[in-house]
Structure formats: C-alpha cells, structure tokens
C-alpha cells in the first residue's frame, strides 16, 4: 500500500517531469540547444509524435528554432496584434479551435505551412509580461494518435522552456565573490535548514530521494506530500 494518495502521486510525477526538463536545460546557453534540447526532452516526457518550437526577438517575427515529426515547409511570419492578444488570453489552444476563429486563423498563418502537417496540436504560448515570445506546439501521441489531454504540465512545461530560452538570450553576469564567513568559511559550506530538512525527508522516505536538489519548491512539496501523508 502506498503512503500517499494517487492524486498526491500524480503531482509528484509531474514535478519529477519538471525537474528532468530543467536539469536538461541548466547546463546549456545556446539558444537554438535550448531549443532543440528542451523540445527533445518534452517529447520524452509526453510521448508526442511531433513538435515545434517558434522564438522571436523583441518585435520580430517568430522564427522557428527546431521541429520534429513535420515537414519544414516556411518559416514563420509577424504574428499581427489581434493573433498575439488571441493566444496569451487563451493561455493554449489547439489547432482545430484556431480554425474555428478569425484571429486563430492569422495565427495559423503567421506560423507558416508547418500547422497545415498536423491534424491537431496543441498551441501554447511562451509569453513574458503580456508579450509573447515565442510558441510550443505539441502534436499528438505518438502511440494513441490523440491529442494530449489538457493539464497544468503542459502549460508549467511550456514555462519552464521560455524561461530557459529567456535565459540563453540575456547576457552572462559575473558573480561578486563571496565574502568569508568566521572562521575561513564560505556562505555556501554552511549548511541551511532548508538542507538539513531535506535530508531528514529523504531519509525517512527513501522514495522521495528522486527528487534530487536543494530548492525551497522542492522542499514545499515533500513537506505538503508528508502532512498529506500522516
């Protein structure tokens, strides 16, 4: 018998499946890696048979950093005011609700013929501030040849490859040194709470040791996954 409850373990898979996107998107700093690599590992985690990721700078048309399972037929065009405003209040649509509405038909066109390749897909926006930046399009299963149902992963993965992109765009900061602590130590050798917590959760259950890292999120979860727990 478990210690949690399925919903509890349903929210901790797709936390793990978020952890996996962003430990493969750490180490790179190439947009066009970010790109290809992020899109890669959401195919993995989602099992669909096509994709493709479109990235614009500022005011520029969106262009298309990397695809897979469909044709590259055009690349992508200016993406008007009315089909911008359409997609970042929708928060995600697909290509059949597009079709169905004017302003999701100049979207369509504005990411070129690549759309016109799949029968259905899902269209979620990679917006900062209001603006959008770029667009995740995810086609269907490639075992089922459905679309993908609609979750909160889909749109949190989404997220976290615009903030990765955002991130291979911005220019590299130098890091100040860190001042010595009493004694000749670093900020960084002390130990936290926040640590020490963590290790004591992973120690009472060994399952949650997959979760690997130190971060206050990571920390929340496990603790709310214990009190839901006992």
């Given at each position: 018998?478990?210690?949690?409850?399925?919903?509890?373990?349903?929210?901790?898979?797709?936390?793990?499946?978020?952890?996996?996107?962003?430990?493969q998107?750490l180490?790179l700093?190439?947009?066009?890696?970010?790109a290809?690599?992020?899109?890669?590992?959401?195919?993995?985690?989602t099992?669909?048979?096509?994709?493709?990721?479109?990235?614009r700078?500022?005011?520029?048309?969106?262009?298309?950093?990397?695809?897979?399972?469909?044709?590259?037929?055009?690349d992508?065009?200016?993406?008007?005011?009315?089909?911008?405003?359409?997609?970042?209040?929708?928060?995600?649509?697909?290509?059949?609700?597009?079709r169905?509405?004017?302003?999701?038909?100049?979207?369509?066109?504005?990411?070129?013929?690549?759309?016109?390749?799949?029968?259905?897909?899902?269209?979620?926006?990679?917006?900062?501030?209001?603006?959008?930046?770029?667009?995740?399009l995810?086609g269907?299963s490639?075992?089922?040849?459905?679309?993908?149902?609609?979750?909160?992963?889909?749109?949190?993965?989404?997220e976290?490859?615009?903030?990765?992109?955002?991130?291979a765009?911005?220019?590299?900061?130098?890091?100040?040194?860190?001042a010595?602590?009493?004694?000749?130590?670093?900020?960084?050798?002390?130990?936290s709470?926040g640590?020490?917590?963590?290790?004591?959760?992973?120690?009472?259950?060994?399952?949650?040791?997959d979760?690997?890292g130190e971060?206050?999120?990571?920390?929340?979860?496990?603790?709310?996954?214990?009190?839901?727990?006992?």
């Amino acid at each position: 018998m478990e210690w949690f409850s399925t919903e509890t373990a349903h929210e901790l898979h797709e936390l793990r499946c978020l952890h996996e996107l962003a430990r493969q998107l750490l180490p790179l700093r190439d947009r066009d890696e970010v790109a290809r690599d992020g899109l890669l590992c959401v195919a993995g985690i989602t099992g669909i048979g096509a994709g493709a990721v479109f990235w614009r700078s500022g005011q520029e048309p969106l262009q298309l950093l990397s695809h897979f399972g469909v044709p590259h037929r055009t690349d992508a065009t200016a993406v008007d005011a009315e089909a911008e405003r359409f997609l970042v209040v929708e928060g995600g649509t697909t290509i059949e609700a597009c079709r169905r509405r004017a302003a999701g038909r100049t979207l369509l066109q504005a990411l070129g013929g690549l759309t016109s390749e799949i029968n259905d897909a899902w269209i979620l926006p990679l917006a900062h501030e209001a603006q959008l930046r770029g667009v995740l399009l995810l086609g269907p299963s490639l075992v089922t040849g459905a679309l993908l149902p609609e979750t909160a992963l889909l749109t949190d993965l989404a997220e976290t490859l615009r903030l990765a992109l955002m991130g291979a765009e911005a220019p590299a900061r130098l890091k100040a040194p860190m001042a010595s602590e009493p004694g000749g130590r670093q900020p960084w050798q002390q130990a936290s709470a926040g640590s020490q917590r963590l290790a004591a959760l992973r120690s009472q259950y060994p399952i949650t040791r997959d979760l690997v890292g130190e971060s206050d999120t990571i920390l929340a979860v496990l603790e709310e996954v214990v009190t839901l727990a006992e």
